[in-house]
């Protein structure tokens, strides 16, 4: 008797203690670090710039242009996932998350294309 009352609360707590050790590390399938709508349509906005950019400064279809290409890339893009703390997987684990979430990439995309338009009349005047 005496033996099940005090193993009763220590394997109570010790299963509570499992749970909420779970609970915490899951943090859901958001991916780490996470940016919020805002911020990811801000992201691609700046991203589709680059790609914009990159397509109208292209070269000849060579090998020797396609590294020159890549390099280019590469300085455009890094400083830009620096400036949200992230690096290219974790870019990817974002569009994987809002990927799934059709309604939630939906709003976000249009957020972007509204930036870009509203950029493209700016510079038309």
């Known amino acids: 008797m005496l033996r099940n009352k005090i193993i009763r609360p220590v394997w109570a707590g010790v299963c509570v ?3 909420a050790v ?3 590390s899951c943090g859901g399938d958001r991916p780490r670090p996470f940016l919020k709508e805002a911020e990811m349509s801000e992201l691609l906005t700046e991203i589709r710039l680059i790609e914009a950019h990159l397509y109208e400064t292209r070269e ?3 090998v020797e242009a396609n590294r020159v290409m890549l390099d280019r890339s590469l300085d455009l893009y890094v400083p830009v996932f620096k400036k ?3 690096d290219y997987r974790q870019y990817e684990a974002l ?3 809002y990927m799934a979430r059709p309604d939630r990439m939906e709003k976000i995309l249009k957020q972007s294309a509204d930036k870009l338009s ?3 009349e700016e510079a038309e005047k």
């Open 17 to 19: 203690l499992l749970v």
């Open 22 to 24: 779970v609970a915490a």
């Open 60 to 62: 000849k279809n060579t």
């Open 84 to 86: 949200y703390g992230i």
């Open 95 to 97: 569009m994987n998350y």
């Open 118 to 120: 509203a950029m493209r």
